[in-house]
Structure formats: structure tokens, C-alpha cells
């Protein structure tokens, strides 16, 4: 057996290899300052083609055919979509309708689909307000009581629900969900109810593409 050291010739100090065989780094606040590849924003609605030019408005009837909303990846670049903010906005909106309509039979089902690995169902039925809420981990936390997580859009009745779903806080994906470059993988909303009554409802997904 050859021992092998490196050491940082400028400080001579020399990398420690715990016993689980895990080398001790520093994470630092910043990313690498000598980066060869250079991540770049992203910024796209979830569409019925997967890509920005489809349609983002979510209030459809799905009932009979279900409604595929997705964001798909990219032939040039790996995209990690970290955030994901949905809004849903109607008169008169509450916790435990969608919108202001009845909870929903099958509800919005949330996926991450590849070719090798198949489909992850990441939530199975969002049927109401407060499940898109507690998919947000609770946020934004803002009002009290009945009206909890909700925001008057206008000044004049227009109940907003905003959640925010961070791939990081719930799936511990330090740079967000990838999507490989060059393949079909998606992240993708399901609509499998009526829900065409609501005033809006579309979800943006964010992130980086590197």
C-alpha cells in the first residue's frame, strides 16, 4: 500500500480523511472564484409545453383529461429549479377550498419525471389551499386566524394564497432539482379536476441553468 499526502503548498497544511473516508473542506459563502462554468439565472412558468412559449393559466377543467403543466429540460444546458412559487387567486378564497371553489376529488398531483427513473410522485393530491400551503413548509406566514396565508391582491376581495416550495427545505437539494440537459426529464403539476372557475391560478419555478 502507497500513502498518498496533498498538501496546500501555501500553507503546507495537509488534507485530514476522517474514518467514514470523508475529507474536511471549508464551504464558503461565496461560490468558487475560479469557476470554469458559470450558472446563470432561471426563470420559467410551469406550461402545457414545457417551455415558456405554452400556456401558464392553470384554470382548466381537468377532469376528463388530465392537464399537464411542466417545466422540461433543456437541450443546452442542466437546469436546478430550487424555488417554486404558485398563486392562486380568487374572491372569497379560503384554507380549506381551492381557490374559492370545493376542495377538489383527485387534486393536482406534483411529479418529477425521468426516462430511467420513472415518475416521483413529490405530492400525490393537492386539494386544497392549505395542502399547496403546507407544501410551502407554511409560508409566506402573513395574516391570523381565517385569514392566514392569505393576501388581498387589490384592496377589494381579491384573496391570494402564495406559497413557496424551496426543493431545498423539503428534499435537502442544496442547488435545487436537476433537470439533465439533452433528455425529456420534467417537473411537472397535474391538473385532474375542473378547476376553471378560480380568478388565477399559475405556479413560476426559479433556479439556475449551468
Known amino acids: 500500500m502507497i500513502k498518498t499526502v496533498l498538501t496546500n503548498t501555501e500553507t503546507n497544511n495537509d488534507l485530514y480523511v476522517n474514518k467514514e473516508g470523508a475529507a ?26 414545457g417551455i415558456s412559449a405554452g400556456s401558464s393559466d392553470m384554470t382548466v377543467n381537468g377532469a376528463t383529461t388530465n392537464v399537464d403543466f411542466y417545466i422540461t429540460a433543456s437541450p443546452d444546458y442542466d437546469i436546478y429549479i430550487k424555488t417554486i412559487s404558485v398563486l392562486i387567486g380568487d374572491n372569497g378564497a379560503a384554507l380549506n377550498l381551492f381557490g374559492a371553489i370545493a376542495a377538489l376529488s383527485n387534486g393536482i398531483e406534483f411529479t418529477h419525471n425521468t426516462l430511467d427513473g420513472g415518475t416521483t410522485i413529490l405530492h400525490s393530491g393537492i386539494k386544497d389551499n392549505l395542502e399547496f ?3 410551502g413548509l407554511n409560508s409566506p406566514q402573513i395574516g391570523a386566524g381565517t385569514t392566514a ?7 377589494s376581495g381579491a384573496d391570494t394564497y402564495l406559497p413557496v416550495i424551496r426543493m431545498t427545505d423539503i428534499f435537502g437539494l442544496p442547488w435545487g432539482l436537476r433537470l439533465r440537459k439533452g433528455t425529456e426529464d420534467n417537473i411537472a403539476f397535474t391538473v385532474r379536476d375542473n378547476i376553471s372557475a378560480p380568478d388565477t391560478f399559475n405556479i413560476i419555478g426559479y433556479g439556475i441553468k449551468i
Open 133 to 135: 400551503v403546507r407544501l
Open 149 to 155: 396565508f392569505r393576501a388581498d391582491t387589490t384592496g
Open 24 to 49: 474536511s473542506v471549508i464551504v464558503h459563502t461565496h461560490p468558487p472564484l475560479n469557476e470554469v462554468i458559470v450558472a446563470s439565472p432561471f426563470s420559467q412558468y410551469f406550461t402545457t409545453t
